[in-house]
């Protein structure tokens, strides 16, 4: 059964996002490096905690298009997250899955990639809908991706795209930038197209130390 080509998906869905808010999780070193530098990433590095940081951050800024970008390992980890998601059916949520049936980050085994349960018995797109995700689907060649992010792009609805690809070595690595500095980047790129304040200034912890009781809060 063929499957789609992982890295080049991954270049078209770069060549398409404009200002998209994408949360990627572990294991996408390789959109990392394809959109170095772009301030609207927030990249998670914990498995189990992807798709719930895309609904949150999908639900507080519902004029936004959020890409949420994660793994069958990763998803595994976090299947919980599905069922608020079809609950609350944010129209603005597009949730990516790079299914490649194994735990390709983590190591190998002697036979080769750790496999998932994907790998045998379970169906991403079926535990999806079972969840009340109406627009659920398994793409399986690079051309129906395209066809499948085009029209997750263009239409304001909740999407839930399966990408059945093959493990195999990183064609690219994320930039030398650590998860803190990515998350200042990520938080001040909101504070500045939102127009809100979400960062701590330290003038105002300062005036707000010295305006608290005496001795309650220490002066910085």
């Known amino acids: 059964m063929t499957k789609a080509d992982r890295y080049e998906c991954l270049k078209y869905l770069a060549s398409r996002v404009t200002d998209e808010l994408v949360v990627s999780g572990l294991g996408y070193q390789e959109w990392l490096a394809l959109t170095e530098g772009r301030a609207a990433n927030c990249s998670n590095g914990h498995l189990g905690t992807t798709v719930g940081t895309a609904l949150g951050i999908a639900v507080c800024l519902p004029h936004r298009k959020v890409l949420c970008l994660t793994s069958d390992g990763d998803l595994l980890l976090e299947l919980s997250a599905l069922p608020p998601v079809g609950q609350v059916n944010p ?130």
């Open 91 to 220: 129209a603005n949520l597009v949730v990516i899955v790079n299914d490649n049936e194994s735990y390709q980050t983590i190591s190998k085994g002697p036979r080769g990639y750790w496999p998932t349960l994907t790998a045998s018995s379970t169906s991403l797109e079926g535990v999806a809908k079972a969840c009340g995700i109406a627009a659920a689907v398994t793409v399986r060649s690079t051309e129906e991706f395209k066809t499948t992010v085009d029209e997750a792009l263009s239409e304001d609805r909740l999407m839930f795209i399966v990408m059945k690809t093959e493990p195999g070595p990183f064609n690219a690595v994320r930039p030398d930038i650590d998860g803190i500095e990515a998350k200042y980047r990520f938080a001040r790129y909101i504070e500045s197209t939102e127009t809100v304040s979400i960062l701590p200034r330290s003038v105002n912890y300062r005036q707000m130390a010295r305006s608290d009781v005496q001795g309650a809060v220490p002066a910085v």
